[in-house]
Nanobody, 117 residues
Framework: EMQLVESGGDSVQPGGSLTLSCTAS?????????MGWYRQASGKECELVSS???????LYSDSMKGRATISQDNAKTTMFLQMNNLQVEDTAVYYC??????????WGQGTPVTVSS
């Protein structure tokens, strides 16, 4: 069964850093696919945090620009989101998904990030 599993979320203080991971299984890889990290805060809509195209072109939301780096391993089965200088407003459940297909993005287990002092 094809799956994307997020991990790495944690509780951190403002200014802290986290690296999230998205691991593909069931024979699924990112080869030929545009992938993205999304997040949904309580009571808010799902939003794009960062994406990486099949050609390696990266995109960041305005709120995350300069504070995050999206990357993938050489096997194209694990995707990372390194986030620095985290702020309270970054608190949300983070999800990874295929960006280029019209399916819900903030769906599944996700990994929670809590930023508080």
């Amino acid at each position: 069964e094809m799956q994307l599993v997020e991990s790495g979320g944690d509780s951190v203080q403002p200014g802290g850093s986290l690296t999230l991971s998205c691991t593909a299984s069931g024979g699924f890889t990112f080869v030929g696919r545009d992938m993205g990290w999304y997040r949904q805060a309580s009571g808010k809509e799902c939003e794009l945090v960062s994406s990486i195209t099949r050609d390696g072109i990266t995109l960041y939301s305005d709120s995350m620009k300069g504070r995050a780096t999206i990357s993938q391993d050489n096997a194209k089965t694990t995707m990372f989101l390194q986030m620095n200088n985290l702020q309270v407003e970054d608190t949300a459940v983070y999800y990874c998904a295929v960006a280029s297909i019209p399916l819900p993005k903030c769906w599944g287990q996700g990994t929670p990030v809590t930023v508080s002092s």
